[in-house]
Nanobody, 124 residues
Framework: QVQLVESGGGLVQAGGSLRVSCAAS????????MGWFRQAPGKEREFVAA????????YYADSVKGRFTISRDNAKNTVYLQMNSLKPEDTAVYYC?????????????????WGQGTQVTVSS
């Protein structure tokens, strides 16, 4: 069984920065791509960023490209999302999820384990 636990959310002013983390249980964390998704009130859960199993490739939604950075530390079983130049429209619950083995994906359907989410609120 895989468990994912997000942390680091909070309230920040527009233009500020925040880093959210996702700690994973299990011995095979380094075999899998990981992703971050977000869901704002009344909206569908949407892709934010993904990273391959070894960190070699990263992918971003157009709305966050150039502002957010996904990274991972396989020794710590942790994936991070550094968020800079935050905007009020970034306000959402942010979820990490486990993706395909030895690959990555933007498609929500290809993620099998999800964390409980962490709230990020950006004030204007």
């Amino acid at each position: 069984q895989v468990q994912l636990v997000e942390s680091g959310g909070g309230l920040v002013q527009a233009g500020g920065s925040l880093r959210v983390s996702c700690a994973a249980s299990g011995r095979t964390f380094s075999d899998y791509g990981m992703g971050w998704f977000r869901q704002a009130p009344g909206k569908e859960r949407e892709f934010v960023a993904a990273i391959t199993w070894n960190g070699g490739f990263t992918y971003y939604a157009d709305s966050v490209k150039g502002r957010f950075t996904i990274s991972r530390d396989n020794a710590k079983n942790t994936v991070y999302l550094q968020m800079n130049s935050l905007k009020p429209e970034d306000t959402a619950v942010y979820y990490c999820a486990r993706g395909p083995r030895y690959s990555s994906s933007r498609r929500r359907e290809e993620y099998d384990y999800w964390g409980q989410g962490t709230q990020v609120t950006v004030s204007s």
